[in-house]
């Protein structure tokens, strides 16, 4: 309906060329304008997700005694990842290490842990627990290592 009102107004020049340039003029207009509208759209998209509130989580690592095979440490994982407040699990038959990530209401201790893996038949050291993205994580090579000191 729009463009047909422009094509009127073009057509009272007289001009064949005009109409054609004007015509023409207003369907590029209208497709900047909608092209103006997607990217908005997709602006508006971008910065909503990259302000989104990060909520904080905690790490927990340890060394765990005797995980020899990558079927041990996936046993341990799946039963860990059912544990509420867990998020991810990851266990390291090389280096028998544990890692997870908690969400922020999991309040877990080292006496849960050892509770846990207890009932697996393992015993853990060298327990740490620490804020991610502001406390340093060990790494796994030296977290096998560790000595824990006897109380």
Known sequence: MRNLTLITYCACWHDSFLLISCTEKFKFEGMIRAHLVRLGFIAALFLGSSFKFQTVQYFVQFRVSAVTDIESANAIDAKMNTKSGIVESRTDHITSTYFCLLSADADYTRADFETWF?????????????????????????????VEEKK
Do not use: E, F, W
């Open 118 to 146: 207890g009932k697996m038949g393992y015993t853990i050291s060298c327990y740490s627990r620490g804020t991610q993205n502001v406390d340093m994580m060990a790494s796994p090579h030296v977290l096998k290592n560790c």
